[in-house]
């Protein structure tokens, strides 16, 4: 596709359930990064995947949180035992990666998560 | 550490006014990059600029500028003859020089362009 794709849009689930939340990047961008971002807030720094590996998750909350990128292309962000406190809207970004270090990132439309 | 500041909550101003927009930010890396972001109600982040901490050129584009003063650690960024379609949440952010290229943002400043 032309952009960033996510999905789902939205997603809402009981406290202490595991979700799934899918990125696909634009073609041929190397890097992709998630980053969460609650309300009236900026975007915060998950995690980075240069390839299919996790060059950088340092911003990770905890161990329930997990990426993969298995492919260097998708990838998914996992949560298990979701808390209430996970609420907020998950955004993806894609950029050239090691191509042009520097270039920009492009954002995707984000998941709005809703955990009850 | 890496800090970015938008002391600007919201902003509401008559279309057709100049506005700008505040953003102050912290590194201590001599190498870093600073970006401006527009979250329009779509809630997509769309790029609008990236500037590299060497360039202290003001850059114009169309209705949009920016103004980078390294010695203020300032990068202020100017919309000349608002529109009503620029309202929007707009975000200030830093990527420093580790191989993560990953970026810290403002809190955002929400404007609001009356008709």
């Known amino acids: 596709g032309a952009g960033v794709s996510q999905t789902p849009s939205n997603k809402v689930t009981e406290k202490g359930k595991y979700v799934e939340l899918r990125c696909d990047p634009i073609?041929?961008?190397?890097?992709l990064y998630w980053y969460r971002q609650s309300l009236g807030q900026g975007p915060e720094f998950l995690i980075y995947?240069?390839?299919?590996?996790?060059?950088?998750d340092s911003g990770l909350p905890n161990d329930r949180f997990f990426a993969v990128r298995p492919e260097g292309s998708v990838s998914t962000l996992k949560i298990q035992r979701t808390e209430r406190g996970d609420s907020a809207v998950y955004l993806c970004?894609?950029?050239?990666?090691?191509?042009?270090?520097?270039?920009?990132?492009?954002f995707g439309p984000g998941t709005r998560l809703t955990v009850l | 550490a890496q800090k970015v500041t938008q002391a600007q909550t919201e902003i509401s101003v008559v279309e057709k006014e100049d506005v700008t927009l505040d953003c102050v930010y912290e590194?201590?890396?001599?190498?870093?990059?600073l970006f401006w972001y527009k979250q329009p109600p779509s809630g997509e982040l769309v790029f609008l600029i990236r500037?590299?901490?060497?360039?202290?050129q003001n850059e114009i584009s169309g209705r949009y500028s920016w103004n980078f003063q390294k010695s203020t650690s300032s990068f202020n960024f100017t919309i000349t003859a608002s529109q009503v379609v620029d309202s929007a949440v707009y975000f200030c952010a830093l990527s420093d020089n580790r191989g993560a290229n990953n970026l810290f943002f403002g809190t955002g400043t929400r404007l609001t362009v009356i008709p």
């Open positions: 500037r590299n901490s060497f360039d202290e």
């Open positions: 995947f240069q390839g299919t590996g996790a060059a950088d």
């Open positions: 970004a894609s950029s050239l990666g090691q191509v042009n270090p520097r270039s920009e990132q492009f």
């Open positions: 073609s041929g961008h190397t890097a």
């Open positions: 590194t201590r890396d001599t190498t870093y990059y």
